[in-house]
């Protein structure tokens, strides 16, 4: 079966709803097709104490406020709750669940395929995240290492590890957040590739993207690059990070050398590991585009704002810095999905 549209949307998360937002007042035929069961994109799948690094409000996609939470900073349930009350707010019309295989070129349609059925648009907007593709490095060791090895996208509650020895490997906001909660109930050595960099106390997610707007601005208009978050430092101090620091939980050491049968290890000194936990990011899920041969020789999908260069009826939104400022939070999208949809020309 095929359906004919304007726009098809591929992933009904955050990205995909902010994008379903401004086509709906745009007045175009369009689809948003998920794979997901149930609304919310990855937040459904994170662990239940995830919190987000920015109050409520700052935390909005277009049209309408998330609601308040009582300290501030929001559980991934709440996330949950907002969004999927958004998409019935503004009427989005979402079909899951639906995974897409593949998009490909058809004269002067792109055609989405997901099983037997086809829709046929004259622009698609491509919005499926990362969370579906996590990434492990490979290190030296990894396979005669007989302990577990998980991934962020494998945990649930620090339960799980009680009692045990467990190494957890990242930087950023997940990992502090992870061996915040870990070490309440297991030894934890956490280990980064460079000194943590923890932001000031009181400085959260609002500090981060309007940094990152004024730097994004910027450059747009060819002055100097004032620099951006980094600046600052990497890791929010929401209370289970401030309370883990206050007791002395924080502390991380340099990125070992390799793993070894029962552990971790840096020259001559090891340290004994039952669990190693990656919390080392994601890469985006775009495997549904490999038919249009997007990439360059560095292996990136180069654009201009949201738009594909080898494919100008494409948009990538919502996967970082790289689609739009910003645009892997749930406040940033809705401006890169402004962009994006003023940017759909739908006269050829």
Known sequence: MTTSVDVVVIGGGQAGLAAGYYLRRAGHRFV???????????????????????????????????????????????????????????DLPIERPVRVNTVRRDGRALVVEAGTRQWRARRVISATGTWQRPFRPTYPGARIFTGRQLHTVDYRTPADFAGADVVVVGGGNSAAQLVAEISTTASTTWVTSRPPRFLPDGVDGRALFELASRRAAALATGQRDPGGIAALGDIVMVPEVLAARDRGAMTALPMFERLTRDGVAWGDLSRHADIVLWATGFRPALGHLTPLRLRDHTGTVPVSGARA???PRLHLLGYGDWTGPGSATILGVGRSAKSAVAELDLDD
């Open 309 to 311: 260069l080898k494919e």
């Open 32 to 90: 948003i097709l998920d794979d997901q069961p149930t609304a919310g994109g990855a937040w459904p799948h994170t662990w239940p104490s995830l919190r987000l690094f920015s109050p409520a409000e700052y935390a909005s996609l277009p049209g309408w406020p998330m609601p308040r939470w009582r300290d501030g900073f929001p559980p991934a349930q709440h996330v949950v709750d907002y969004l999927t009350a958004y998409e019935t707010r503004y």
